[in-house]
């Protein structure tokens, strides 16, 4: 069980091993906008500091110690994202995280300007969410 905890911090609970691990989150207060959640059963976090969009995975936390934390997956400067999407409506200051897909964690559900887009941070490219969309 994970819980957030004083904004910057990530607290864990092993019932099996019955012992309590805490992590520094990535972002450290830089993010305007941030997110945590779950993707492909791992625990991932998105931060957008106006100017990148980072993502970032807690990795082997069923060790305890500097065996386990945040290992940085991805990381593209907005201008670049502009870029790659020619026509879409991007800007760091409306750019919110909305979540992660629960089967692909390359996608990040952003909100630009009020409408949700999948982001795919492996080739940089946005999709507008439509409603006819699974």
Not at 93 to 114: A, K
Request: proline share 4%; charged share 20%; glycine share 10%.
């Amino acid at each position: 069980m994970f819980w957030t905890v004083h904004q910057f911090k990530l607290l864990g609970y092993s019932h099996v091993r019955k012992c309590v691990q805490v992590w520094d989150l990535p972002w450290k207060g830089k993010g305007y906008s941030s997110f945590l959640g779950l993707s492909e059963g791992r625990i991932y976090c998105a931060v957008n500091d106006l100017q990148n969009l980072e993502m970032w995975v807690l990795e082997d936390y069923t060790r305890i110690g500097s065996l386990s934390g945040w290992v940085l997956k991805h990381r593209m400067s907005i201008t670049a994202i502009k870029g790659k999407n020619p026509g879409e409506p991007i800007c760091g200051e409306y750019m919110g995280i909305m979540g992660f897909h629960p089967w692909n964690s390359q996608l990040i559900l952003l909100s630009i300007f009020f409408m949700p887009y999948w982001y795919n941070s492996e080739d940089g490219k946005m999709k507008a969410v439509d409603d006819f969309e699974p």
